[in-house]
């Protein structure tokens, strides 16, 4: 004997259903890997952003500047480095410290801005990085359960279609096709609920790396400023961090 498809469920509901309910079947599909792509992948970039993180305080107990960045980690895209290394190259720079004269607009900024303005724009890179993808996240958690609610309207549509066409009907006859297609708003929910916890998850996570990253970006000012980093209790303590 050959096997027989159930009756109903979700493998009824493929083979039953027409163009448009298989159509919208594939785009749950998709919208369900991608959402799970992005959070695993966002969710790995975040563990490793918060384990660079612990190396700041280690960067400066370091003898020099060189040193502090080697403990910092050389991994690609590290934000803690990137950092680190723009207010380094952003000092040498309007200090004249390349050789080069003061012939542009800029070097008539006060120190303490220009080293502001390129570690906040470090920053900005890295915040526009790290939410990168969550548009899509807020995106298929907002319209994944219309998109189900969209097939469960078109198969119930189908379904009263042929049961009217069917003459006389029963309730186990409207029952099963009305069930079917409910199915659709079911799966949209499927979607929807982990891209709304992922997202506020990776939103959250991404707000305490921002902290991590501020408070790094402010010493590094006040070192590069003045070289004294700047205490919890606002008294600059002159770091044994030589400038490299």
Request: aromatic share 6%.
């Amino acid at each position: 004997m050959e096997p027989q498809i159930a009756s109903s469920g979700i493998a009824h509901v493929w083979l039953q259903g027409d163009a448009v309910t298989r159509t919208v079947a594939l785009v749950l599909l998709l919208m369900s890997l991608t959402t799970w792509v992005l959070i695993i992948w966002k969710a790995l970039d975040q563990r490793t952003q918060r384990q660079q993180a612990k190396a700041c305080e280690s960067f400066w107990h370091s003898a020099d500047f060189a040193e502090g960045l080697d403990k910092l980690g050389n991994q690609d895209g590290n934000p803690f480095r990137a950092l680190a290394t723009e207010g380094r190259e952003a000092t040498r720079h309007i200090l004249h410290k390349d050789g080069k004269p003061g012939t542009q607009l800029h070097d008539t900024l006060d120190v303490s801005d220009w080293v502001e303005r390129s570690l906040r724009n470090s920053l900005d890179d890295f915040t526009a990085r790290a939410q990168s993808g969550l548009t899509v996240l807020a995106s298929i958690a907002s319209t994944a359960p219309f998109v189900g609610l969209f097939g469960t309207v078109w198969g119930i549509y189908h379904a009263l279609i042929g049961i009217g066409a069917a003459g006389q009907v029963s309730i186990d006859q409207v029952a099963g096709p009305i069930g079917e297609a409910l199915i659709m708003t079911a799966l949209g929910l499927v979607v929807a609920i982990p891209a709304v916890l992922g997202y506020n998850a990776l939103v959250r996570g991404n707000k305490g790396i921002n902290h991590r990253l501020n408070r790094f970006g402010n010493d590094l000012h006040a070192y590069f400023v003045t070289g004294a980093r700047v205490t919890a209790g606002g008294d600059g303590k002159v770091l044994p961090l030589k400038r490299g």
